[in-house]
């Protein structure tokens, strides 16, 4: 049930997503635009072909200090920090002592402090989890003051040159203080659409007036939740609390590519972050189920959490995203299916309003990724 709108908070961009039209709705205990006038789909495929802009301010700002701060955030996530120079960011996630994930982020390490960037909906979780195991030497600071906007699609490095000459250099997956237009910014080659990007950290203060700038350029258009979500799909990412919880391992996700080689069963450093026993166990074995993509016959998406069987008639899976992929033209989906009958070529069978539907396993992502990499 949606909460009643009196309880949801609204980011510093609020009034800007109204002045613009926006389809407002609840989520994670925000007003957020769904969408502007152009609809879900011209959004989408406006990112995927120049840029768009998006309120992240939603999801939660962490910074952590002190000489024990590498110590507190390897105890609780499966990750060697000690590799990471400064400007560096990677994808990551805190786990349960039962091997589930808590909160997948992006941490960076910066000059004389990390940076987390936590999910809107988990973020009291994940700053009282990290406030819990730090010791004397280390200090946790959440940023209430601040800003999020996200700059995303091919024709992203180009506006922001125009801002900062020096952006367009940045690496993917670094991070780094730049000033936009006199605004100090701490600035990410990042994002969750699949394409080229920017994650832009700014001061409420100053928000409205770096939209308002991002949005002046011909090629920007505002995009909402709802592209948001088709884009990170058609790439194969994961949103949390469909495609992963704290019921969910790393390896039944396929995530194991983001945990360190030294935090690994084989490596230097094994285990010693919460719910080891089970993920190491899973590296040795893999558990019986693992997420796959999916391609559903015909036009009709299928939506989570859809059953799906096997040609036997044996329940096989679960659906735990759905959409249309404006990109590709037709329904796509992820789930967890059955390890045995995961092989791409293998098909489920489900039902949708009384029509049964078969769905293929495919290769992720559903479109390449076109991430900025350095030649």
């Known amino acids: 049930m949606d909460e009643p709108a009196a309880q949801l908070q609204q980011t510093v961009l609020y009034e800007l997503h109204q002045s613009l039209g926006a389809r407002i709705v609840p989520f994670a205990g925000y007003q957020m635009p769904l969408n502007y006038s152009p609809g879900i789909i011209k959004e989408h495929r406006h990112t995927r072909t120049s840029a768009s802009l998006f309120d992240v301010s939603h999801m939660g700002q962490i910074r952590i200090y002190g000489p024990g701060a590498i110590e ?27 091997g589930g994930i808590v909160d997948d982020l992006m941490i960076s390490r910066l000059a004389d402090h990390w940076q987390l960037i936590v999910n ?17 030497r280390t200090t946790v600071d959440y940023q209430h003051d601040a800003a999020l906007i996200a700059l995303q699609g091919p024709a992203a490095s180009t506006i922001l040159s125009r801002h900062s000459t020096e952006t367009a250099s940045l690496p993917f997956m670094h991070q780094g203080p730049f000033t936009i237009g006199g605004i100090p910014c701490l600035i990410s080659r990042s994002g969750y659409t699949g394409e080229d990007g920017f994650e832009i950290s700014v001061s409420n203060s100053h928000a409205i007036t770096l939209a308002e700038s991002l949005l002046a350029h011909p090629e920007v258009e505002a995009a909402g939740l709802g ?56 590296m040795r074995n893999p558990p019986a189920q693992c997420r796959v993509g999916l391609r559903p016959d015909g036009k009709i998406p299928v939506r989570p959490p859809a059953a799906l069987f096997s040609e036997a008639g044996v329940e096989s899976g679960l659906v735990t995203s759905g959409s249309f992929g404006p990109s ?43 991430y900025h990499r350095r030649r």
Request: aromatic letters at 4%.
């Open 328 to 370: 590709v033209e037709g329904p796509i989906a992820m789930g967890y299916v059955n390890r045995a009958l995961s092989a791409p070529g293998t098909p489920h069978h489900t039902t949708v309003r009384g029509q049964p539907i078969t769905l293929t396993v495919v290769e992720l992502p559903f479109v390449a990724h076109n």
């Open 227 to 282: 592209c948001r979500d088709s884009l990170r799909l058609e790439a194969g990412l994961c949103l949390h609390g469909n495609d992963i919880n704290e019921q969910t391992t790393p390896l039944e996700a396929n995530l194991l590519w983001a945990i360190s080689p030294d935090r690994r069963a084989d490596g230097k450093r094994a285990g010693n972050f919460p719910g080891d026993v089970r993920i190491l166990e899973e």
């Open 72 to 98: 507190t955030l390897e105890s609780l996530m499966p990750i060697d920090l000690s590799t990471m120079k400064p400007g560096q960011q990677r994808y990551n996630f805190l786990t349960n002592n039962n």
């Open 120 to 136: 809107a909906a988990n973020k009291m979780k994940d700053l009282e989890l990290i406030t819990t195991a730090c010791g004397p």
